[in-house]
């Protein structure tokens, strides 16, 4: 799989760390975070089709990334900086 990074191109998918969902991240200040991050971590859902992520590009810019990618096929659909919005 090779994702498009917006400031370094297409790169290999062995450049990026994926994590996890881009919808689902908890607010670490509220007062039930620990519950909260493991409801996101253990009992998430596992969409079929696009589905919104965040990836890290760690052997690169070091760019946190959303991206839509089709959990079907693995197709890249669109990927921006996670500061942006698709």
């Not at 990026?16 to 620990?34: H, Q, T, V």
């Amino acid at each position: 799989m090779r994702i498009r990074c917006p400031f370094c191109g297409e790169r290999d998918l062995g450049e990026f760390s994926y994590l996890g969902d881009a919808e689902a991240r908890p607010n670490p200040a509220a007062p039930d975070a620990a519950q909260l991050f493991y409801e996101a971590v253990y009992l998430r859902d596992n969409p079929a089709g696009p589905h919104d992520e965040l990836w890290y590009h760690a052997q690169g810019c070091r760019g946190w990334l959303r991206v839509t990618r089709d959990t079907r096929t693995h197709a890249i659909i669109n990927s921006v900086f996670a500061s942006e919005r698709p």
